[in-house]
């Protein structure tokens, strides 16, 4: 008995060490992970949106899509020039972020943000070759997508991934709806 009390001890003493260090690293890790979470946000929307000087935030609870969790006034010479919308639809494997750039009527990039999708499936869509397909189309247009050929209002489906295609479709098409409700 005196021996499992003993392990006992050493287990407890080694598990409050472990936790007491993991604590300490993520209080002084915390604020460094926010500042390079918040310049990857800004990269993703100067990507969507290059011609945009500066992004300012705006309230998105009049947005009746619980998709959409961000968006921001893409701003040129204090002018509005478009909008930014950070949207998190379910993919395969959970919630894919996607950040879609929009300027009069028309999509002006996507980007796909932190996932958990397959890696070489799911994850190819963060490849240029899938999130160029969505440049330029009109964004009053339910975008579909397809195994076999795209039209004009389809994307080209990753091979393996249709689940992952079809949620970052989904994404993009909430922050059209988004976009859309803004303007008019």
Known sequence: MKEIMN???KLLLISLIAALSLGYVNEITKDK???QRAIAN?????AVQPEADSFNE???SKIDDDLVVEGFEAVKDDLTIGYVFKTLPKGYGGG??????ISNGAITGVRIGSHNETPGLGAKSTDESFYSQYENMKANQEIGVSKIQKSNSEIQAISGAT??????????????KAYNALVQ
């Open 7 to 9: 392990l006992g001890l």
């Open 33 to 35: 992970i926010a500042e």
């Open 42 to 46: 800004e990269r993703a929307r100067k």
């Open 58 to 60: 705006i309230d998105i």
């Open 96 to 101: 894919v972020e996607v950040i879609v750039g």
């Open 163 to 176: 689940i992952t295609s079809k949620a970052v479709t989904t994404g993009v098409n909430s922050a059209t």
